[in-house]
Structures are given as structure tokens and as C-alpha cells.
């Protein structure tokens, strides 16, 4: 058996790559794909450039590919590759740029990348967070 970390229904992670550091994601079951809400999302000379909570972020590397939403309606997006931080270890996540600003958690990670790492308990919150606070706690005698 696989041994799986067991995540929450929300939890703060980094993402060092995009010199993003313990933001807000929800874990969300329901979602197939991984998703940042980032608004200005626009092309410039070859780079993918967007805004993410007040921090510009571009990139060299990035696709399009269909999203279906809950109310099934299918969406056009750019997908990014970066990296993200849980439990101390770096995981390669896709992630589909959204402008919603209205969305409450700024990161939403779904079953693509939860599948075979991680087991979700809807009653509790923050392991990774919670975990990254107790490496980085000190006990002076």
C-alpha cells in the first residue's frame, strides 16, 4: 500500500517557483483540475503574464487546454507546470490560470494532482501548514 499524506479541506502551501509562499488553496475533491485565479491573464512577446494577488507573475512555459466547470459549461485556459510544497516536499502541479476574483481561495487543487499522494479528511484543516510551522518551531532549555 501506498503510503498517503492525509490533507484537509483547506491549507497553505508555496509555490517557490512563482515566489509565491504560504497561500491560501482550497483541496477540492470535486475538481478534476488544479487552478490559480490570477486577473490580467494576457500574451507578451511570447511570455504568459499575469497578476496574482498584487504580484506579477509571467511564464515561458505554458499550454491551452479545456476545462469543464460544475455547471458544464467547457472553458478554454492556459496551464501552467510549477511546483508546490507539501509537507516539506516539492510535487510538479498543473495548474490552469482562471480569472475569478470573487473565489474566496485563490487555488483550488484537484483530483489530478491528489490522486495516489494524498487522502482528504473534510473535517480538518492545515496539515501541511501545520506541519512546515512545527520544522521551523524552536525548544530552547
Known amino acids: 500500500m501506498i503510503n498517503k499524506k492525509l490533507l484537509g479541506r483547506v491549507d497553505r502551501v508555496d509555490f517557490p517557483e512563482l515566489n509565491l509562499f504560504d497561500i ?3 483541496i477540492d475533491t470535486g475538481a478534476y483540475t ?3 485565479h490570477c486577473s490580467d491573464i494576457r ?3 511570447n511570455q504568459l503574464i499575469c497578476n496574482f494577488e498584487g504580484h506579477t507573475v509571467s511564464f515561458s512555459d505554458f499550454s491551452l487546454t479545456d476545462v469543464k466547470s460544475s455547471n458544464g459549461f ?5 496551464k501552467i507546470k510549477t511546483k508546490v510544497i507539501f509537507f516539506g516536499k516539492s510535487y510538479r502541479i498543473n495548474l490552469t490560470l482562471s480569472t475569478r476574483d470573487d ?3 485563490p487555488v483550488l487543487i484537484g483530483r489530478q ?3 495516489q499522494k494524498f487522502l482528504v479528511d473534510v473535517d480538518i ?3 501541511s501548514y501545520k506541519h512546515k510551522a512545527n520544522e521551523h518551531s524552536y525548544t530552547f532549555a
Open 24 to 26: 491560501a488553496v482550497k
Open 34 to 36: 488544479s487552478a490559480i
Open 43 to 45: 500574451l507578451e512577446n
Open 74 to 78: 467547457k472553458e478554454n485556459r492556459y
Open 103 to 105: 473565489m474566496k481561495f
Open 113 to 115: 494532482f491528489l490522486r
Open 125 to 127: 484543516e492545515n496539515q
